[in-house]
């Protein structure tokens, strides 16, 4: 006979219910260095573009991240406690470290440098601090960092080419037994700048890149099993409607870091706060809409297409962001 389920305390929804209340939105603008341990370039750009709802994290969720997050400064307190020397921030902005390219599109923040490595005394390393599952530490001590966590390595790749140093620590805790592991990791150019033109090919394509696996539920494509992209990328779900989405935005690639979005409809830089809104003239990058592009009508500024289920649909001819 079934069993039910476990009924929750009043004083343990009370205390998740509180940290969903107090959790800001995390609303990263740019494509984050820490994100490519996925082999997709096409559920990167969907995130960057913010095609799809991000994830609504319940409270358990929530504490687990910020457990990651407090380990973080504890095992820069064992390093220092150690005799290594730590700087976690920045002097000139008080910040993290931070890292960019393209514009301000592609950027990441370092965990901090480390001098005075015991295998290195002399040299300064980029330091990046994780916590791992039993079953991810035992494989990062069976088979290294590259190989089972190649996200954590491309991460480092990026934060040695953009801080011109050439080493990085990578230390790892076991949440279950706080047993640690501790990996030098050398700068690989070739992998580096591999990494650094998928980036650059994400920012600057205008549709969606290809998709990693054409069949889902095909027994290779685990990615998409978890992938949070897949409603819109293999079912059919329609994009979000924000600026990002339109076919009239583009991301501008300059000298500065400030990740701009450029509407050509108005001819002018968009605000955070305007791309998250969009506004009447958002049409759809024509990709993101499932169906088949039939007409474009440029004097009244809109796209015709058949959906899926045979009708038409025209974007541009009902109110603002709508859909059918
Ligand atoms: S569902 Fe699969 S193919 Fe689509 S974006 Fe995600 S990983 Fe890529």
Known sequence: MA??????????SAVYGALVHARRDEDRGYLGMSQFGTECDRALWYGWRK????????????????????????????????GMIVSANDWRTGRQFAVWSLGGHLRGHLDGKVERVPD??????????????????????????AKSKPGHFAQMQFYMHFTSLTRALYVAVNKND??????????????????VARAERIVRAERPPAKLHADPSAREAYACGWCP????????????????????ATPVVDEGDAGRWHCARYDLN???????????????????????QLDVDEEGETISYRLADGSLWTDGAGAAGWRP
Request: glycine residues 4%.
């Open 3 to 12: 069993e039910l389920p476990p009924v929750e305390s009043p004083t343990v």
């Open 51 to 82: 095609a799809y709802d991000p994830e609504a994290l319940d409270g358990r969720r929530i504490r687990l991240f910020e457990t990651g997050h407090l380990e973080e400064s504890r095992l820069i307190a064992d390093l220092e406690r150690a």
């Open 120 to 145: 290195a005394p002399r040299t300064t390393h980029v330091l990046e601090c994780k916590t791992h599952n039993d079953k991810s530490f035992r494989e990062l001590l069976k088979d290294g960092v």
């Open 178 to 195: 706080d047993q640690l592991y501790a990996e030098r990791v050398r700068y690989d150019a070739a992998a580096a700048l591999q990494l």
């Open 229 to 248: 992209a897949r409603k819109v990328c293999h079912e059919g779900a329609w994009a979000r409607v924000n600026c990002r989405t339109c076919l009239h």
């Open 270 to 292: 968009l605000t955070p706060d305007e791309q998250r809104r969009g506004c009447p003239s958002h049409r759809y990058v024509p990709d993101l809409v499932p169906g088949e």
